[in-house]
Structures are given as structure tokens and as C-alpha cells.
């Protein structure tokens, strides 16, 4: 495969630093971090001086901005999970409010979602009874209930919400059936129900890519997070801070992003290191992102550089 890249002229100093990269992280993998840097795309010829480091340092970057997002969607995802489960319980003074369909707009989703669960329950009552005496075993939250409680059957709901994939927490979220519970749980978050319905959608794509290890910094994702109209979100500043092209790009996820930590995390530098992370990038680099010329000079990211 080195042998291909230098017949398609780009430049390797270091061969067997070059070899011990593709051996490691796979051609396949990464070569479209070399798309960028192909003068002809037909015979996929690089440009003049276009080397190998050049290839592997825009990788690095992605790799590095995957995990940025990773940071930022754990710090939403936990805290979605703990505002649905404590409005949940406390409004309808229920820990398993979730059995209930009366909850729940979808009755064939809420069963699908009672199957899960028990499924989930099946499994780890069959891994306890294969743990002998001589393994060690630090039991899981759901475990130390399965193992101490039999009825009710099912978990209460702060145990339930923590074992389900970001998926199907947008979904269950999605799927309640009075407003009035979506809005309170939105609230908590920094968000009104239409926008998190939304937003969620997009963060279940991202965060597979993430955790896949896909290529993040120029990839369509597809779906196009809901522009927030409330003065109650905050947001990017004017009409046009988002432009059209952007929409389906990382852009608009990061705002999300930090639009919702700035309640559920406001002293989080996250702003800061994705700044740092991006100030010197070269412009194609942002521009697969989506990311607007002057980006940081936008009061909603401005306010939180140092």
C-alpha cells in the first residue's frame, strides 16, 4: 500500500515510520485523510509536495476532535438521563414509572422498550449465576438490585435509563406522551422539547461515529440539528451564523453542544480547548466542518475564551 501512495506521488521521508502507521491504523482507514491532498481525483494523484506527515497529522486531528465531542455528549447524555428519570419519578411519585404506558405516546415503542429492559434483566441475571466464589465480581448498580430484590421484576427508573444506549434514551424521551413532561425535562437541560427532540436525534449519529472511530471532521451526518428560535436557548449570534451549507455539517453540533452545557456544565473550559484545538488549523480543515471564517469572534463563543 506505500508502494501505491509513493507511485501516486506523495512524498514519505520516513518509510518505516510510514509502514508502522499503515500496519497500525489499516490503509483503509486512513485513506481518506489523504483526499484533501490529491491534485487529480480521477487517478488520485497528490498534489505537489503533499507528504505522508501531512496525511497522518490531519488523522491525529480528527482523532482528537472525536474525543472533544465525546467529552461534551457525555456531559449532555448524563445529564438528560438524570433529568428524565428524577421528573419522571418525583411528578408521578413512581420509581417505575416507565411500566406504565400510560406515559407513553407509542404503545407498541413502550413495549419494545419494557422487552429491552427485559432483556437486559435476563442477561445479567444469567452473567451472576455464572460468576462462581473464585472470580472476581464488583456487581454493577443493576446487579446489587437484581441481587437483592425480586420484585418488582423490572429496575427502578434510574437504573433503567443508565442502561440504555443513547439511541433508545431519545427515543423513550421522544416518546412520552405529555408535552408537559418533554418541556420540564428540556428545561433542565437548557432547551425546549422541540430543539433536545431534535439535537438528540443528531447526537446518536455523532456519538456512533465517535465511538466507531469514523471519520468526523468533514463527514455529512445526514441529519440537521433544529436552529434554536427561543431567547430561552442560548445560541450563535444572527441570522446568518449558521449558513445553509453548514446545516449537515460538525458546525452546528458543536454550537449544540455548548449551547446545552452552559447549563449543565458551566464552568466547563470546553469552549477554550475546542478553540485551541481548531485556531490553527488550515482553513480546509474548517471548512469541512462547516465552520464559518471568525467563528470565535461570536459572542456565544467569544464569552468563553480566555
Known amino acids: 500500500m506505500l508502494e501505491q501512495l509513493e507511485s501516486r506521488r506523495l512524498v514519505v521521508p520516513d518509510r518505516d515510520r510510514a509502514l508502522r502507521y499503515l500496519r497500525h491504523l489499516g490503509y483503509y482507514r486512513l485513506s481518506p485523510y489523504t483526499i484533501p491532498f490529491q491534485a487529480e481525483r480521477s487517478t488520485h494523484t497528490f498534489a505537489p509536495g503533499a507528504e505522508f506527515d ?13 474525543l472533544h465531542c465525546l467529552d ?11 433529568a428524565l428519570t428524577d421528573h419522571m419519578s418525583t411528578t408521578y411519585d413512581d420509581a417505575h414509572w416507565y411500566i406504565d404506558a400510560a406515559h407513553f ?8 422498550l419494557l422487552d429491552i429492559v427485559r432483556r437486559l434483566v435476563r442477561s445479567r441475571l444469567l452473567g451472576l449465576a455464572e ?3 473464585d472470580r472476581i465480581h464488583h456487581p454493577s448498580a443493576l446487579e446489587h438490585y437484581l441481587m437483592t430484590y425480586r420484585k418488582p421484576e423490572l429496575p427502578p427508573s434510574w437504573l433503567m435509563v443508565e442502561s440504555l444506549t443513547i439511541g433508545q434514551l431519545a427515543g423513550l424521551y421522544r416518546n412520552l406522551a405529555r408535552r408537559s413532561d418533554r418541556v420540564a ?20 449519529r455523532v456519538r456512533n461515529i465517535c465511538a466507531h472511530h469514523g471519520r468526523l471532521w468533514n463527514v455529512g451526518l445526514g441529519v440537521t440539528p433544529m436552529i434554536p428560535k427561543s431567547p430561552a436557548i442560548s445560541w450563535l449570534s444572527g441570522a446568518e451564523a449558521v449558513p445553509e451549507a453548514s446545516r449537515q455539517r460538525l458546525y452546528p453540533v458543536l ?6 452545557l452552559d447549563t449543565v456544565s458551566p464552568r466547563s473550559r470546553w469552549a477554550d480547548r475546542l478553540y ?26 467569544s464569552r468563553h475564551l480566555r
Open 276 to 301: 485551541q484545538l481548531l485556531h490553527d488549523r488550515p482553513e480546509m480543515n474548517l471548512h469541512g466542518m462547516g465552520v464559518p471564517v471568525g467563528w470565535s469572534s461570536d459572542p456565544f463563543w
Open 185 to 204: 425535562v428540556a428545561a433542565s437541560v437548557g432547551s425546549t422539547d422541540t430543539v433536545l427532540t431534535s439535537w438528540l436525534q443528531v447526537y446518536v
Open 105 to 112: 405516546r407509542d404503545r407498541q415503542r413502550h413495549a419494545d
Open 72 to 82: 461534551a455528549l457525555e456531559r449532555v447524555e448524563v445529564a438528560v438521563r438524570a
Open 54 to 66: 501531512d496525511v497522518l497529522d490531519l488523522y491525529v486531528f480528527d482523532r482528537k476532535l472525536r
Open 131 to 133: 460468576s462462581g466464589h
Open 255 to 260: 454550537a449544540s453542544l455548548q449551547s446545552l
